[in-house]
């Protein structure tokens, strides 16, 4: 009798036993899908997936928070195109849809931002209509501007303007005179040459002009306009 109760104890015992193994095996291998998911759970998804978009956040869905078994994929996306509010859904038999406040902090927003801002040259000085930009009178400052006609010094130098400037002026095309290597009104070299005797004298530009082109120039001695090839330096050759 007393052996057969043994027995019986025994068997209950290995039963008991078979049935907890069975329970914990089944928590390490079945997927984890088919478990109830926590707010918690879904908060730290959401936060890792928004640093692999260079995006800082902090959900604010309740961690305590169980949602029904999804047995398919859970699916994560940004809602009306912002990081801010993050659309969770289980497309499962028992679907269901929730949507997460991230206060989320974009980087990538703000790198964008960043390299909107540019380096423009401006004026650092005051300049008179009819003057010359040279390089002392520019500077690179950053700006948001986005029509940026000029992104050298060297594009300026030289140039003759054709209105008064003030200092820290953004230039345009139209601040100046088009790009010849004589503007009217300059300062020019009158080269006459006479067989082999060759004379010099100061005359100004009548016209606008640009090496190798014929030239109006007028004396400044004598007040005669005359017409020459105008070369290197701001030099005008005249034959007779």
């Known amino acids: 009798m007393m052996k057969n109760i043994f027995i019986f104890l025994e068997d209950k015992l290995s039963i008991n036993f078979f049935i907890t193994k069975l329970f914990i095996l089944s928590i390490i291998i079945l997927p984890k899908s088919l478990y109830a998911l926590s707010g918690k759970e879904i908060n730290n998804h959401i936060k890792k997936w928004l640093e ?33 509010l993050i659309k969770v859904s289980c497309e499962s038999k028992n679907s269901w849809v929730i949507f997460v406040k991230t206060n989320a902090n974009t980087l990538k927003q703000k790198k964008l931002k960043a390299s909107n801002t540019n380096e423009i040259l401006v004026l650092n000085k005051s300049i ?36 008064n400037l003030k200092k820290g002026q953004y230039i345009q095309p139209r601040h100046l005179f088009a790009k010849y290597s004589v503007n009217e009104g300059d300062p020019v070299v009158i080269i006459s040459k006479f067989k082999n005797a060759e004379v010099s004298t100061g005359g100004i530009a009548i016209k ?33």
């Not at 260079?54 to 809602?79: A, G, H, M, T």
């Not at 009819?130 to 690179?140: A, C, E, P, V």
């Not at 986005?146 to 054709?162: A, M, P």
């Not at 606008?208 to 090839?229: A, F, Y």
């Open 128 to 163: 008179e209509k009819g003057n010359y930009i040279r390089k002392s009178d520019l500077t690179f400052i950053k700006s948001s501007k986005k029509n940026i006609f000029y992104n050298s010094k060297e594009e300026l130098i030289g140039r003759k303007v054709r209105q």
């Open 52 to 84: 692999t978009e260079d995006v800082k956040s902090n959900p604010q869905f309740s961690p305590k928070k169980i949602l029904p078994d999804c047995k398919q994929n859970v699916s994560y996306e940004k809602y009306n195109n912002s990081y801010k």
């Open 208 to 240: 606008s002009g640009n090496i190798g082109d014929l030239l109006e120039v007028k004396n400044t001695r004598s007040g005669i306009i005359i017409k020459g090839i105008l070369k290197e330096n701001k030099k005008v050759n005249v034959f007779f």
